[in-house]
């Protein structure tokens, strides 16, 4: 079992850090370099920030991304919920279907427990302070 981020999950909290430290617009390009990522993956990661309207995205050719919000602001399961969609979906760990309420799994119960403290923690703990534990 694996519990992590997703590629662009991860490069979302990236990229929230990158416009924080640099407090000004940043141009696609340097963005896309910054977090190692090529300019065609860089709308991928951003729209889904811009759409949440943490991220103000300037057209042209001196346009760019910049923060909007504070990293204080945003927790990380917002964020997880933003990339990644509901973190609760009720499928099933052991099928990968959904649990028909039914006949539930043997593990339902033990998962959506453990899943409630999960997003509870990951609700609790802002952008910035995943950035400062990962900093510090």
């Known amino acids: 079992m694996r ?6 999950t991860a490069l979302a909290l990236r990229a929230m850090q990158e416009l924080c430290v640099r407090e000004q617009r940043v141009p696609g390009p340097d ?3 910054a977090l190692e990522t090529t300019r065609q993956y860089r709308p991928q ?4 920030l811009v759409k949440a309207k ?5 057209p042209g050719p001196h346009g ?4 909007l919000t504070t990293l204080e ?14 973190t609760d979906n009720n499928t099933c760990v052991l099928s990968g279907d ?20 999960l997003v509870y923690e990951l609700g609790e703990m802002t952008l910035a302070e995943a950035w400062a534990a990962s900093c510090g």
């Open 73 to 86: 602001a945003v927790s990380v399961i917002e964020l997880v919920e933003t990339m990644e969609g509901p």
């Open 54 to 58: 943490w991220v103000g995205s300037t």
């Open 98 to 117: 959904i649990c028909p309420s039914e006949r539930l799994c043997a593990l339902h119960g033990a998962w959506q427990h453990a899943r409630a403290a």
């Open 31 to 33: 963005l896309a370099e």
């Open 64 to 67: 760019g991304y910049q923060l």
């Open 45 to 48: 990661i951003m729209n889904p």
């Open 3 to 8: 519990l992590e981020l997703n590629k662009r």
